[in-house]
Antibody, heavy 122, light 113 residues
Framework: QVHLAESGGGVVQPGRSLRLSCVAS????????MHWVRQAPGKGLEWVAV????????YYADSVKGRFTISRDNSKNMLYLQMNSLRAEDTAVYYC???????????????WGQGTLVTVSS | QSALTQPASVSGSPGQSITISCTGT?????????VSWYQQHPGKAPKLIIY???KRPSGISNRFSGSKSGNTASLTISGLQAEDEADYYC?????????????FGGGTKLTVL
């Protein structure tokens, strides 16, 4: 059974950094692209970043480009999101999501974790 | 990249059918078959219900169906049930040869009367 579990959220001051983690199980992690998607309180979904199955490519939404870095460790089935220079508008629940259901090319966000809340506030 | 446009709310009675529209542009919905739909109950993670415009993941009821015409995609839920009451989001790939991007709709709240 596919399972994704995020961790690392919390309250952080503006301008500071935070690293989110996502552990994957129940599927061949190294075969799938992975995304981070966020949802501000009471708002809709926003795509944040994607990383290719082998880590050789990564892309970002304009709103986080230059501040956030997505990475993965396929030997540990782990996905990460390093968030620097955090702003109040980054406050959201952050979800890790698998690009599926097929492993080849882009498809949809077919599996989601339960999310971790990041609050940026002084 | 602007968000896709969805109605803020729709409603229907049990047993009825409803359709939620999702309007984009020729740079996203109109250019790709990578349109997907998500159901989200309060306090829960989103759940994929339609991908590649018309496909249903394993375990998703055939009461859910998707379609696309031009720059507008649609989700139809037939035989409405109380448990269908949730927020629904559409999403489209909107990348190009030089960048990758996905855009979501603002979400539609479905009320089952």
């Amino acid at each position: 059974q596919v399972h994704l579990a995020e961790s690392g959220g919390g309250v952080v001051q503006p301008g500071r950094s935070l690293r989110l983690s996502c552990v994957a199980s129940g599927f061949t992690f190294s075969s799938y692209g992975m995304h981070w998607v966020r949802q501000a309180p009471g708002k809709g979904l926003e795509w944040v970043a994607v990383i290719w199955y082998d880590g050789s490519g990564s892309y970002y939404a304009d709103s986080v480009k230059g501040r956030f870095t997505i990475s993965r460790d396929n030997s540990k089935n782990m996905l990460y999101l390093q968030m620097n220079s955090l702003r109040a508008e980054d406050t959201a629940v952050y979800y890790c999501s698998r690009d599926g259901p097929t492993a080849a090319a882009y498809d949809a966000f077919d599996m989601w974790g339960q999310g971790t809340l990041v609050t940026v506030s002084s | 990249q602007s968000a896709l446009t969805q109605p803020a709310s729709v409603s229907g009675s049990p047993g009825q059918s409803i359709t939620i529209s999702c309007t984009g542009t020729s740079s996203d919905v109109g250019s790709y078959s990578l349109v997907s739909w998500y159901q989200q109950h309060p306090g829960k993670a989103p759940k994929l219900i339609i991908y590649e415009v018309t496909k249903r993941p394993s375990g998703i009821s055939n009461r859910f169906s998707g379609s696309k015409s031009g720059n507008t995609a649609s989700l139809t839920i037939s035989g409405l049930q109380a448990e269908d009451e949730a927020d629904y989001y559409c999403c489209s790939y909107a990348g190009s040869s030089t960048f990758e991007n996905w855009v979501f709709g603002g979400g539609t709240k479905l009320t089952v009367l």
